[in-house]
């Protein structure tokens, strides 16, 4: 059976601003290219990268990187009642923000690898199998 993956919101930022780690998120993409393994995105990242980019960069930039996210070989995941109520029990239990819960709903919806740098995330590991790329380091 192909693995599968959900891509967190800094896994695709790690890829496209090419940071540590960002070798990783593309083997897991060449991977998908090839039908070896199949990747996910949850639709709230869309929106995160959106926002993001809009606030850093321009609006411009942000519908760039959401043209390039579209084109990769990633599958969005829009929510249906599991999704929904599985976000709602991990928000419930969890400190974490509504986005990080959908996303880690996502990941065990399908039964995936969830592909983070986000150590808030970690928390999620009870619930789904954790691909941990290099975390940010706090400036001092």
């Keep these: 059976m192909a693995k599968s993956y959900v891509l967190d919101t800094s896994a695709i930022f790690t ?3 090419s ?3 960002s070798d990783i ?3 897991i993409l060449v991977s998908a290219a090839k039908g070896r393994s199949y990747v996910y995105l949850s639709f709230i ?3 995160e990268l959106y926002y993001v980019t809009w606030q850093a960069k321009s609006e411009r930039a942000a519908r760039e990187l959401i043209i390039l996210v579209k084109s990769l070989p ?3 995941v829009d929510p249906n009642e599991r999704i929904i109520l599985s976000a709602g029990r991990i928000k419930a ?3 974490l923000s509504v986005a990080d819960a959908f996303i880690a709903a996502t990941a065990i919806e399908k039964s995936s690898i969830l592909v983070h740098k986000d150590p808030e995330l970690q928390v999620v590991s009870a619930y789904a ?3 941990e ?3 940010k380091r706090k400036k001092h």
């Design 19 to 21: 940071e540590d780690g």
């Design 74 to 76: 990633v599958q969005r």
């Design 129 to 131: 199998e954790m691909l």
């Design 133 to 135: 790329l290099q975390y």
């Design 93 to 95: 239990l969890h400190r």
């Design 45 to 47: 990242s869309l929106m």
């Design 15 to 17: 890829f496209t601003k």
């Design 25 to 27: 998120v593309e083997d």
